[in-house]
């Protein structure tokens, strides 16, 4: 069995994206790989093949090796659900949530569940492909480390250090970070990566030998910027790059203060005709918005105070004058209801708070998290999409006697009686060309004939063809 791990000189230097080209590149190989990140944090999560919950970036990954998502990929996911608070979700399901600061009085007991998880993939596959968070070089974090150094130290695999020269500085911040480690951490780093690089590499040639000489570690090369990365589904709200397009249908999506789950936006905005934009605080829902999505949320009652906050709700209002539509997905849904109930405090200090009341329909917070893999059926359609569901609320009301979807014998989401205003909690109904053709047919008149998952296969070969070019791979597989 073979492992590798990368990490980084920091967060957002491309690891995710790398370790996918590299998963891709494996397959292509006919190696068996799968991709595996100990401790990862994010809102932005996926429901597996065993109904529990990882890190989208892992989803994705295991899309690139061709293989389903496990909860094994990804043991331990950290969600944060306010500036202090906490969720760990391990092994897929809800072990607590905790004050953050709290989180260290575990880490020495999850690491082994981690590490579990990590002995399970080796069993199964030829190749694992293990990504760290953050940047080793945080050494105030070093002890009983689950994420970069204290589990490679812990499974005793060699690790690459991904570096991003975009960024600047990427001399300093791979020298750097060697002489932070320890020196037993130095031990286990075999090399570095410069990845994101744009321009002539002559110019750049003598500090990637400054940094071999004054590390002492093996350069396994410089991989040019990958221009076609806005494909790739993002795991961070700040990694969030839609592209603008003249004269095209404008989607408005709603920047929460807990967003999770965005990527549900990510096939709506590399449609052709399509121009996405994500509304920050203190900006306006614009008079040419077509169409308005409320996306999920990790605290639905902190994101409706933020959303009155920023007077979103009458700029709602004023859109929907238009006769222009809304959807709320997931927490998106729940926020477009008149009221939302939390009286055991499970996701936020208050108890109980006034919605949008976009919706006739009321959702009250249950202790259980739902996290399940679905095959709906939308209902104006006939429509089959493939989807997940991962909310702790429950909704009824009125308006849910006119649903969004039926999902084995049961009725899910619901729509206003005017039809403009839309709420499901299926995450990912967007991925089905058919649905999403039909979708911008019916509500929009746009014509769609994009292919997602083509498009998003066509992309990760290219990707991993440029890896080949520029990276010493077979001497990291040699590892």
């Not at 093996?218 to 991989?223: E, F, H, R």
């Not at 040419?288 to 709602?316: C, R, Y």
């Not at 995450?427 to 998952?453: A, C, V």
């Not at 063809?465 to 520029?470: T, Y």
């Given at each position: 069995?073979?492992?590798?791990?990368?990490?980084?000189?920091?967060?957002?230097?491309?690891?995710?994206?790398?370790?996918?080209?590299?998963?891709?590149?494996?397959?292509?190989?006919?190696?068996?790989?799968?991709?595996?990140?100990?401790?990862?944090?994010?809102?932005?999560?996926?429901?597996?093949?065993?109904?529990?919950?990882?890190?989208?970036?892992?989803?994705?990954?295991?899309?690139?090796?061709?293989?389903?998502?496990?909860?094994?990929?990804?043991?331990?996911?950290?969600?944060?659900?306010?500036?202090?608070?906490?969720?760990?979700?391990?092994?897929?399901?809800?072990?607590?949530?905790?004050?953050?600061?709290?989180?260290?009085?575990?880490?020495?007991?999850?690491?082994?569940?981690?590490?579990?998880?990590?002995?399970?993939?080796?069993?199964?596959?030829?190749?694992?492909?293990?990504?760290?968070?953050?940047?080793?070089?945080?050494?105030?974090?070093?002890?009983?480390?689950?994420?970069?150094?204290?589990?490679?130290?812990?499974?005793?695999?060699?690790?690459?250090?991904?570096?991003?020269?975009?960024r600047g500085g990427v001399i300093a911040q791979i020298v750097g970070t060697k002489e932070v480690l320890s020196i037993q951490d130095r031990k286990l780093v075999v090399g570095f990566i410069i990845?994101?690089?744009?321009?002539?590499?002559?110019?750049?040639?003598?500090?990637?030998?400054?940094?071999?000489?004054?590390?002492?570690?093996?350069?396994?090369?410089?991989?040019?910027?990958?221009?076609?990365c806005y494909r790739f589904p993002a795991e961070d709200s700040f990694d969030i790059k839609f592209k603008t397009k003249k004269n095209s249908f404008k989607i408005i999506c709603l920047q929460l203060?807990?967003?999770?789950?965005?990527?549900?936006?990510?096939?709506?905005?590399?449609?052709?005709?399509?121009?996405?934009?994500?509304?920050?605080?203190?900006?306006?829902?614009?008079?040419?918005?077509?169409?308005?999505?409320?996306?999920?949320?990790?605290?639905?009652?902190?994101?409706?105070?933020?959303?009155?906050?920023?007077?979103?709700?009458?700029?709602?209002?004023?859109?929907?004058?238009?006769?222009?539509?809304?959807?709320?997905?997931?927490?998106?849904?729940?926020?477009?209801?008149?009221?939302?109930?939390?009286?055991?405090?499970?996701?936020?200090?208050?108890?109980?708070?006034?919605?949008?009341?976009?919706?006739?329909?009321?959702?009250?917070?249950?202790?259980?998290k739902k996290t399940i893999k679905v095959s709906a059926c939308h209902l104006e359609s006939g429509l089959i999409f493939d989807g997940f569901e991962i909310h702790l609320g429950e909704t009824i009301?009125?308006?849910?006697?006119?649903?969004?979807?039926?999902?084995?014998?049961?009725?899910?989401?619901?729509?206003?009686?005017?039809?403009?205003?839309?709420?499901?909690?299926?995450?990912?109904?967007?991925?089905?060309?058919?649905?999403?053709?039909?979708?911008?047919?019916?509500?929009?008149?746009?014509?769609?004939?994009?292919?997602?998952?083509?498009?998003?296969?066509?992309?990760?070969?290219?990707?991993?063809?440029?890896?080949?070019?520029?990276?010493?791979?077979?001497?990291?597989?040699?590892?």
């Open positions: 069995m073979k492992a590798i791990m990368f990490q980084g000189t920091g967060s957002n230097v491309g690891k995710s994206i790398f370790v996918a080209g590299l998963c891709r590149l494996a397959r292509k190989k006919k190696i068996s790989v799968a991709p595996f990140k100990p401790q990862n944090m994010s809102n932005n999560s996926f429901v597996t093949i065993d109904n529990g919950e990882i890190g989208r970036s892992q989803a994705f990954q295991a899309f690139s090796c061709g293989i389903e998502p496990h909860s094994d990929m990804n043991p331990v996911l950290l969600k944060p659900q306010s500036n202090s608070m906490c969720q760990i979700i391990l092994n897929g399901k809800i072990f607590r949530t905790i004050d953050a600061i709290d989180y260290k009085l575990y880490k020495k007991e999850i690491l082994e569940v981690a590490y579990q998880s990590f002995l399970r993939l080796k069993e199964k596959y030829d190749l694992v492909l293990v990504e760290g968070a953050g940047s080793p070089a945080e050494i105030n974090l070093r002890k009983n480390d689950i994420a970069n150094m204290g589990f490679a130290t812990k499974a005793k695999i060699p690790v690459i250090i991904i570096g991003d020269i975009d990845n994101k690089f744009r321009g002539n590499y002559s110019l750049f040639k003598e500090g990637y030998d400054f940094i071999c000489k004054k590390t002492q570690w093996n350069g396994y090369g410089v991989l040019p910027y990958f221009d076609k203060s807990r967003i999770s789950n965005f990527d549900d936006l990510d096939p709506l905005a590399q449609e052709p005709g399509i121009t996405v934009q994500m509304l920050k605080r203190g900006e306006k829902i614009p008079n040419d918005a077509d169409f308005v999505i409320i996306p999920g949320s990790k605290s639905t009652i902190d994101d409706i105070i933020f959303i009155k906050e920023n007077n979103w709700d009458l700029d709602l209002k004023n859109h929907l004058k238009k006769g222009k539509p809304i959807l709320g997905i997931c927490a998106g849904f729940q926020i477009l209801g008149k009221e939302v109930n939390d009286p055991n405090n499970i996701e936020s200090k208050q108890k109980k708070i006034k919605g949008l009341g976009f919706l006739n329909v009321s959702t009250y917070m249950q202790r259980e009301g009125p308006d849910c006697k006119k649903p969004f979807s039926k999902i084995e014998g049961r009725y899910e989401g619901a729509i206003s009686k005017d039809g403009l205003v839309m709420g499901s909690y299926v995450h990912g109904m967007f991925k089905s060309n058919q649905f999403r053709s039909f979708f911008l047919k019916k509500n929009f008149g746009i014509e769609s004939n994009y292919n997602y998952d083509k498009n998003l296969d066509s992309a990760l070969d290219e990707f991993s063809n440029l890896i080949s070019k520029n990276i010493q791979v077979q001497k990291l597989l040699n590892l």
